[in-house]
C-alpha cells in the first residue's frame, strides 16, 4: 500500500474536476449542484484512497 500515491491520484482527480467545473466552465459539470457531483465523485475518492496501489 502506497497512501502517498493514493492522494496523489485522489487530488488529480479533484483538481480535474475543478478545473473543468469552474475554469473551463463545461457542462453538465459547470452548473451542477455540489451536493450531486458530492454523491457521484465521493465513491470514487473513497475508493481512490483505499485502494492497494500496485
Same mark, same amino acid.
Given at each position: 500500500?502506497?497512501?502517498? !500515491? @493514493? @492522494?496523489?491520484? /485522489?487530488? &488529480?482527480?479533484?483538481? =480535474?474536476? @475543478? *478545473? *473543468?467545473? #469552474?475554469?473551463? #466552465? *463545461?457542462? $453538465?459539470?459547470? +452548473?451542477? $449542484? /455540489?451536493? &450531486?457531483?458530492?454523491? !457521484?465523485? =465521493?465513491?470514487?475518492?473513497? !475508493?481512490?484512497? !483505499?485502494?492497494? +496501489?500496485?
Amino acid at each position: 500500500r502506497n497512501p502517498a !500515491r @493514493a @492522494a496523489i491520484t /485522489a487530488a &488529480s482527480q479533484v483538481f =480535474g474536476l @475543478a *478545473m *473543468m467545473r #469552474h475554469a473551463a #466552465h *463545461m457542462e $453538465p459539470l459547470a +452548473s451542477e $449542484p /455540489a451536493e &450531486s457531483l458530492i454523491a !457521484r465523485y =465521493g465513491p470514487i475518492l473513497t !475508493r481512490l484512497l !483505499r485502494e492497494d +496501489s500496485p
